[in-house]
């Protein structure tokens, strides 16, 4: 229906203003079809608003949005019918049945009751609840829980899917479940567009992404382009005693290009991290641990704004 690269929401300098208070401030962007598409920033950098007025929930104040070639102001309801919204805090009907949550979403859009039946159980099957189908929604976990909204965001069969904060709150193997489904939308050509403070979903998910900060889109890029941009190659992490911490100023110039000391480790930028610890070593600085790994989106972030995605 959308030939790929062609932008399904198109956004021009646009603002969500709560009376004084600006929450997103004039950020423009495109997103194309089949493409995973991230809002990558802290809580209350504005990503939130970002996807509400994609989602027709809360209006522009200024600036141009076009979803799936349409205005919100004027066709909100058309859009609505096209898009598939997983929110940040799961909304389900906890008093139903699994099955049923789905069912009664469908009857928002008309779907055919034979239709909307088939289209469950394919649903249920593709995130692996088939077998909790009758179970009352309130005895799932979390995880399951995120599963499941994913399925009724599903139903319509939507041009776009927006994902707020997807796995947030969910225990890592659960995180790791939902990052597979989400994958597999992916595989199939589905066009997602979800907001994240993980770097690793960030990473893992996003074709492309916008860096967010205070309102602000402060970088743009696939994930590898901002690495390759904003960090190094690889990251040597130092950790040591507090004394010895407060002797380091200026001593590990001549280790890597760049030197970053947060509270709780020191960390040089290098290409070469094993060589970097062998110049640290040379000095006779004293260390608790040294762990070289490759460099992330939290780097990046860190780069940019001078301080951490999750403080």
């Given at each position: 229906?959308?030939?790929?690269?062609?932008?399904?929401?198109?956004?021009?300098?646009?603002?969500?203003?709560?009376?004084?208070?600006?929450?997103?401030?004039?950020?423009?962007?495109?997103?194309?079809?089949?493409?995973?598409?991230?809002?990558?920033?802290?809580?209350?950098?504005?990503?939130?608003?970002?996807?509400?007025?994609?989602?027709?929930?809360?209006?522009?104040?200024?600036?141009?949005?076009?979803?799936?070639?349409?205005?919100?102001?004027?066709?909100?309801?058309?859009?609505?019918?096209?898009?598939?919204?997983?929110?940040?805090?799961?909304?389900?009907?906890?008093?139903?049945?699994?099955?049923?949550?789905?069912?009664?979403?469908?009857?928002?859009?008309?779907?055919?009751?034979?239709?909307?039946?088939?289209?469950?159980?394919?649903?249920?099957?593709?995130?692996?609840?088939?077998?909790?189908?009758?179970?009352?929604?309130?005895?799932?976990?979390?995880?399951?829980?995120?599963?499941?909204?994913?399925?009724?965001?599903?139903?319509?069969?939507?041009?776009?899917?927006?994902?707020?904060?997807?796995?947030?709150?969910?225990?890592?193997?659960?995180?790791?479940?939902?990052?597979?489904?989400?994958?597999?939308?992916?595989?199939?050509?589905?066009?997602?567009?979800?907001?994240?403070?993980?770097?690793?979903?960030?990473?893992?998910?996003?074709?492309?992404?916008?860096?967010?900060?205070?309102?602000?889109?402060?970088?743009?890029?696939?994930?590898?382009?901002l690495i390759?941009?904003?960090?190094?190659?690889?990251?040597?992490?130092?950790?040591?005693?507090?004394?010895?911490?407060?002797?380091?100023?200026?001593?590990?110039?001549?280790?890597?290009?760049?030197?970053?000391?947060?509270?709780?480790?020191?960390?040089i930028y290098?290409?070469?991290?094993?060589?970097?610890?062998?110049?640290?070593?040379?000095?006779?600085?004293?260390?608790?641990?040294?762990?070289?790994?490759?460099?992330?989106?939290?780097?990046?972030?860190?780069r940019i704004?001078?301080?951490?995605?999750?403080?």
């Amino acid at each position: 229906m959308h030939p790929i690269g062609t932008p399904l929401i198109h956004a021009r300098d646009l603002t969500k203003r709560f009376g004084d208070f600006t929450a997103v401030d004039r950020i423009s962007f495109d997103v194309c079809a089949g493409e995973a598409f991230g809002f990558l920033g802290p809580n209350g950098a504005g990503k939130t608003s970002t996807m509400r007025m994609i989602a027709c929930a809360s209006p522009v104040t200024d600036g141009d949005l076009l979803v799936l070639g349409m205005t919100p102001q004027a066709q909100a309801s058309r859009i609505k019918a096209r898009l598939g919204v997983v929110p940040q805090q799961d909304n389900l009907d906890t008093e139903i049945t699994v099955r049923e949550n789905l069912l009664m979403y469908a009857r928002y859009f008309d779907i055919e009751r034979q239709v909307a039946s088939k289209r469950a159980d394919e649903l249920l099957d593709f995130v692996e609840l088939s077998d909790r189908a009758d179970a009352q929604v309130e005895s799932l976990s979390g995880g399951m829980k995120r599963r499941l909204t994913i399925a009724r965001a599903l139903v319509n069969e939507p041009d776009v899917i927006l994902l707020d904060e997807p796995t947030t709150g969910l225990d890592p193997q659960a995180r790791h479940v939902v990052w597979e489904r989400l994958y597999q939308l992916k595989r199939r050509g589905a066009t997602l567009l979800l907001t994240t403070h993980y770097m690793d979903e960030a990473e893992r998910l996003c074709d492309r992404l916008v860096v967010m900060d205070k309102a602000r889109i402060v970088a743009t890029g696939s994930p590898r382009e901002l690495i390759d941009k904003y960090s190094t190659r690889e990251v040597l992490e130092l950790r040591c005693a507090d004394d010895v911490r407060a002797t380091l100023d200026g001593r590990l110039g001549g280790v890597a290009d760049r030197v970053e000391m947060l509270p709780d480790r020191v960390q040089i930028y290098t290409s070469d991290g094993e060589h970097a610890l062998q110049l640290v070593h040379a000095l006779g600085i004293p260390l608790e641990s040294a762990v070289v790994r490759r460099s992330t989106l939290e780097d990046v972030f860190l780069r940019i704004t001078g301080r951490g995605l999750i403080e």
